[in-house]
């Protein structure tokens, strides 16, 4: 149980084109996503997350209208990356929250990323 | 602001050998720590959660501990395998779900 698609797995695009990437709870539905961006031999940044209804909340230095985040279910998410440029050119991997105990703690369950480049 | 540095960044050892990741983090106000593994171009699977309550964590030939209070985890590997080579990610947690990564500790296991 517990797993969490992505789709595409990749994409290549031209400049100034929009890309959308989705993010998918299989089997559960998900109080959270999370959108992290990964530069080659770097870590893992946060970019956004997102609730169920309501709207995205960035991180610092991500622009939202760049990046477009659309919560439409508890199992579903979208990231648009509109008007893409070469620096977008990234691995980006979802995340979605599922509580595991009474307690309210929460795992995040990690997407296999979709790896997006910007020619 | 949450700082998380791994050391070292890359490791290579025979295999068989036993090993030692090292995680550090500034703030110890953290909610709990989590270690991954990430193989090339692909998504984090997770291999161990500990809640800041808890002083370690145990599955298989892994073991991951924690010190709050010193800002440290580390991560231990006993007879590591080829199959272990992967790029291991340490995070914590401060509360709202937000993980914050390291760097990374690129793994090379040598036959």
């Known amino acids: 149980g517990a797993v969490v698609s992505q789709h595409p797995s990749w994409v290549i695009c031209k400049s100034g084109t929009s890309v959308k990437i989705e993010c998918r709870s299989l089997?559960?539905?998900?109080?959270?996503m999370f959108w992290y961006r990964q530069f080659p031999k770097q870590s893992l940044m946060l970019m956004a997350t997102?609730?169920?209804?309501?709207?995205?909340?960035?991180e610092q230095g991500v622009e939202k209208d760049k990046f477009l985040i659309n919560h439409a279910s508890l199992t579903l998410s979208t990231l648009t990356v509109t008007s893409a440029h070469p620096e977008d050119s990234s691995f980006y991997i979802c995340s979605a929250s599922r509580r595991v105990d009474r307690v309210r703690r929460e795992t995040q369950y990690f997407g296999p990323g979709t790896r997006l480049l910007v020619l | 602001k949450q700082e998380v540095t791994q050391i070292p960044a890359a490791l290579s050892v025979p295999e068989g050998e036993n090993l030692v990741l090292n995680c550090s983090f500034t703030?110890?106000?953290?909610?709990?720590l989590q270690w991954f593994r990430q193989d090339p171009g692909k998504g984090l699977t997770s291999l161990l959660l500990i809640q800041s309550s808890q002083r370690e964590q145990t599955s298989g030939r892994l073991n991951a501990s924690l010190d709050k209070s010193s800002g440290r985890s580390t991560l231990y590997i006993a007879a590591s395998q080829p199959g272990d080579s992967a790029t291991y990610l340490c995070a914590v947690s401060a509360g709202a779900q937000k993980l914050v990564f390291g760097q990374g500790t690129r793994l090379t296991i040598n036959p």
């Open positions: 997102s609730n169920e209804g309501s709207k995205a909340t960035y």
């Open positions: 703030d110890s106000a953290i909610y709990n």
């Open positions: 089997d559960f539905q998900a109080t959270t």
